[in-house]
């Protein structure tokens, strides 16, 4: 089995996902929902592509490429961004792990509740393959019918789905995720017709 706590690197592809302590909600309002994402938006996005993600009553999903020193640093000069401090791919680690903290933090207050919210370390797998990332795309966006959490996985609002569809995504690096289809019609007839994904890639999950 390969190790789930393996270090970020700079220009690859990792699927990273968590679950709630005892598979427990970490999610119960749309404010939870939004204050994640906005966390994300704001201290992770500079630092990495988003391809996918899906936040769900009880864990979530996020498909990433770690950008290079060299991308990062056009943004830091341009002060888009703070330089990160070490290595990149342990920055990114400790941030992601700063959001679930204050996640945690935030949801105890708002519930009533005390101790840690989420397993812990969050997972991080290497995406080796086009046909394993394409089909871990449409897996992380089903994920909401997969659970019948929600009966559309075109509607669901806090998955990137919607995000493939605007004109300009706050999160998704749309123009690169597309290319591993072709364009937006084929992203959206793959997600239409495939039903193999689960079965392709569910040897590489643990859920």
């Known amino acids: 089995m390969k190790n789930f706590t393996e270090p970020l690197i700079e220009n690859k592809v990792f699927h ?7 598979k427990k909600p970490i999610f119960l309002s749309d404010k939870h929902y939004r ?3 906005w966390k994300y938006h704001k201290k992770v996005s500079p630092y990495v592509d988003t391809f996918a993600f899906c936040l769900l009553g009880n864990h979530f999903h996020l498909l990433i490429r ?29 941030v992601l792990g700063d959001i679930l903290n204050s996640h945690a933090q935030m949801f105890n207050r708002a519930t009533d509740r005390t101790g840690g919210l989420f397993e812990s370390p969050f997972r991080r797998k290497p995406v080796d393959s086009l046909i394993y990332l394409t089909h871990l795309i449409k897996y992380i966006h089903l994920n909401p019918v997969k659970h019948e959490i929600y009966s559309n996985y075109e509607f669901y609002p806090y998955s990137s789905y919607q995000e493939y569809l605007k004109f300009k995504p706050r999160i998704i690096n749309k123009t690169e995720g597309l290319n591993f289809f072709g364009n937006l019609a084929i992203f959206e007839k793959f997600h239409e017709t ?12 643990i859920e």
């Open 194 to 205: 495939d039903t193999s994904s689960e079965e392709k890639i569910s040897k590489l999950l």
């Open 66 to 94: 770690v950008k290079t020193y060299q991308e990062i640093d056009k943004l830091t000069d341009l002060k888009l961004c703070p330089k990160p401090k070490g290595p990149i791919g342990l920055f990114i680690s400790r």
């Open 35 to 37: 204050s994640f994402l």
């Open 16 to 22: 990273i996902y968590t679950r709630g302590i005892d």
